[in-house]
């Protein structure tokens, strides 16, 4: 058997917490905190990767969803930048989290053009605000659930764990 | 929530020129600078010696650095303890060494620092602002060195302190520290900056919405500048706060960082031992203080269920008790104004700023910057809350 990622991942963990941590003197408290500070990282990324390139698509899939909504309201000029972005999204390699990363990038430059309109600052449809407010309150409960681990988050019990939430994309 | 352009006051909102001067300094030189990484964390000597070359053009004589030790805490500047004994002061004393990263979670001015702290000491409890550097001419990077103050910011027994004092509980010595905590808040608005005669700052006019838009320039700017991935409710939270820019009638000094964390204490007696953290000190609008201190994140849920403002008191008693000290009436539109505006900031701090200095490699503690980059989504969520609200 070859050492795969979640037994590497682990093996890390374990050499951290009771072998490395245990020899930091007391006094040492960056070391220290920063050596916890990576336990805390990898046991998330074990968590995380296998759902990455699921992550990532479907965020690319929900940005694109925005996009298409904003589109018939935005002003001529910052339109076709809009448009050549989503069909590079929908052109992009969807096995790849880079070029899927690269897509979700682009959309959202052309994205940010819109709402901020441009220098004459042209208005947003209250549709497309709306739009926009309910694309960010399930962008940022992905993102929440995505590092519920690190327990920074003062409402945490109501966030599904990782497949829920994946599963709820469905 | 209105869309209309704005073009209320006196201050053109969209005119990202309408900035602080000495922000617009640190902002640029942070951009200046950033291609000169990676940082690499400083050695104990690298740090004696640099301390060595200030002292010497300080003029001090027959000195010696002793203990040098890393400090740990925070989640911006790179802190280290030291003794320091010379001719004139042959028992020594312990200092820290407060200096910046090339890129922290948070680009500020050491020299704002230095000289507001200073001036605070003769008001409330804080670290006592030995020298500051505020370009780093002498020492190489920007630095303050303060005198050494014990105590703690969290409770031995019980504290659970997250990062950056992010998320953990006072406990019994709530009652204690809740006073001094209302009191802080009080003097620092109170304080009269106009006859401070302040080298580093400057200040909004009053009946303007001008210190409204210098907040708003200072963190979009920071956002455009460290964009790593574009984030729509980020763009949609400036322009939201660009056309609801309120008036501020009568600019106050404003701490800027004032939550859990951010105060020092002495055990049992909880007494304040330093007011700490004053980095993101400015001239405006008290409400962003106000605002500042009861962000869900900066607060803690009480035994009974009831969440606590900086982990000390339920929201309606720290309106009250707050009103009674300062004089100043919150106003809920203002107030709701600059929750939006904190949001904003600390969706700024996390996921630009944080993040640029992360993937630069600029910084001493990356695996810090992105920990707390982890919690951005928190304040997108209240964002889209207090917009939906507002």
Known sequence: ?170 | MPMAPASRGDVDVWDRSEMEPRIRHILERTVRLRDTGPYRPKSDAEVMAMLSTFFAAKGLEEFSISDVERMSGGASKEQFAFTLNHREDQQGERLVLRMDPLEAIAQTCRGREGEIQSIMGNHMPVAPVRWFDADGDLLGQPAVILGFVRGVTQPSEGGSAGVSGMGGRLGSLIDRLAPQYIDALAVTHRFDWSRAHLRFFDAPRAQSNQAAIWQVNWWSQVWWDCLVEPVPVVALAERWLRENAPVCDRPMLVHGDLRMGNFMFEEPSGKFTAVLDWELAHIGDFHEDIAWTMQKLFGAWGDDGIFLVSGLLPRDDFITQYEAASGNRIDPVRLHYYEVLNAYKCAVMDLGQAMRAATASNNHQEVVLTWLGSAGAVFLNYIVQLIRKG
């Open chain 1, 1 to 170: 058997m070859l050492p795969d990622i979640d037994l590497r991942i682990a093996n890390m963990i374990k050499a951290l917490e009771q072998v490395i941590l245990p020899a930091l003197p007391r006094d040492q408290r960056l070391a220290r905190d920063q050596a916890m500070l990576v336990a805390g990282h990898l046991r998330m990324i074990g968590e995380q990767w296998k759902s990455a390139l699921r992550y990532e698509q479907v965020a690319l899939d929900d940005l694109q969803g925005l996009a298409r909504d904003l589109l018939p309201g935005a002003p001529a000029f910052l339109a076709d930048d809009l448009a050549a972005a989503l069909a590079m999204a929908e052109a992009c390699d969807r096995a790849s989290v880079t070029a899927i990363e690269q897509a979700n990038i682009a959309i959202g430059h052309a994205v940010d053009a819109v709402i901020l309109g441009g220098s004459d600052h042209a208005p947003m449809p209250s549709a497309a605000v709306d739009r926009l407010l309910d694309y960010a309150l399930r962008h940022a409960r992905r993102e929440r659930s995505w590092f519920k681990a690190n327990r920074l988050d003062p409402d945490q019990n109501d966030l599904p764990d990782l497949v829920t939430m994946l599963a709820e994309t469905n």
